[in-house]
């Protein structure tokens, strides 16, 4: 699914990835872990195409997305869905239209988007929300739309950066079993967190960055 190769990003003099080999499976579920500023929402970036590597490769699904034209990272980013720790739900719109935004542009018949949104409401627990607006909801529940919105798709490829970041425990717990859960039905997932009691729970491959480097790389590992 991923594989990066000699992979290196700087901003100006200062080095933020320095990946010499990385390669995630098709299915798999992988916590990305370590200090702010380690590189792990830089990786991300690099798999979703907002940064280009100062040099070396990043494969997304076989494709050197590095070296991909610009016109054709849209149809790279419907393949995958991502979920930001501050939820960006567009605020005047409702849940169902929140959900929607992306298929949308799909040329998706009208009957097609309404089965495609209320599946994916129901997958995160909110078939009932459709009609509120996110100022109506709770954090938990505004990124339960969140992720709704990148599974809408069935895309293949599912990248969370800290998405329990604003959240209390429990509510944490209950995003994370959502996303085991997309990761059953055959998605790759791929989590940054800084949250130790969730990967210490949830015992799946655990990839520990530091200083922009790979410095662990464990299956069924814990935080620390």
Do not use: W
């Not at 719109?93 to 994916?120: C, P, Y």
């Not at 992720?147 to 490829?157: D, F, M, Y």
């Amino acid at each position: 699914m991923i594989r990066l190769k000699n992979t290196v990003k700087k901003y100006g003099i200062q080095r933020a990835l320095d990946c010499s080999n990385l390669h995630i499976k098709v299915g798999e579920f992988v916590f990305l872990v370590g200090a702010s500023g380690a590189g792990k929402s830089t990786l991300m970036r690099l798999m979703y195409r907002e940064e280009l590597p100062t040099r070396g490769q990043v494969f997304v699904g076989g494709v050197d997305v590095a070296k991909m034209h610009p016109s054709k990272v849209p149809h790279l980013r419907r393949r995958m869905g991502i979920v930001f720790q501050d939820f960006k739900l567009l605020c005047d719109h409702n849940v169902f239209d929140n959900v929607a935004f992306v298929i949308r542009a799909l040329g998706m018949s009208s009957r097609e988007i309404k089965k495609r949104v209320r599946g994916a409401l129901k997958i995160v627990g909110l078939p009932d929300k459709a009609d509120a607006l996110p100022t109506q909801l709770s954090g938990g529940e505004q990124q339960r739309v969140g992720i709704a919105r990148a599974i809408v798709n069935g895309p293949s490829l599912l990248i969370a950066d800290e998405p329990t970041g604003n959240l209390d425990p429990q509510t944490s717990m209950e995003i994370m079993d959502i996303l085991e859960q997309v990761n059953k039905r055959g998605t790759t997932v791929i989590v940054a967190t800084h949250d130790q009691i969730i990967v210490d729970h949830f015992k799946k491959r655990v990839i520990t960055l530091e200083q922009g480097r790979i410095i662990k790389d464990i299956n069924a590992g814990t935080y620390g």
